[in-house]
């Protein structure tokens, strides 16, 4: 029964640290427990399961919302001249290296 209740601690304990490592935990200043890290949350998860597991699916939706918040980058930042080879930003018309139009 033991072995059971340990595996199943170890499992949702990593199962806790990959969750907060992809939702960014420990990036955004939201203070208390949201600020943890994602090591944190996986190692206390592990040792004090009791605690942490229900503080962390409290802290959740914070931290949902908090990526949510986040702007993400355009695809299509930058783009390769065909003529010269040089990256450069997606809001010119042209290469401004070579000054090809729309290379």
């Known amino acids: 029964m033991s072995d059971w209740m340990f595996l199943f601690v170890v499992v949702t304990a990593v199962i806790v640290g990959a969750d907060a490592s992809s939702l960014g935990a420990g990036q955004y200043k ?14 206390g998860t592990a040792l004090l399961w009791i605690i942490v597991f229900p503080a962390y699916l409290i802290t959740r939706p914070k931290l949902v919302a908090a990526k949510a918040a986040v702007p993400v980058e355009e695809a299509a930042a930058t783009r ?8 450069y ?12 139009a729309n290379a």
């Open 80 to 87: 390769k001249c065909a003529v010269c080879d040089q990256v």
């Open 30 to 43: 939201l203070g208390g427990w949201a600020d943890t890290t994602p090591l944190v949350w996986g190692l």
């Open 89 to 100: 930003d997606a809001q010119y018309d042209g290469c401004p290296h070579c000054a090809k």
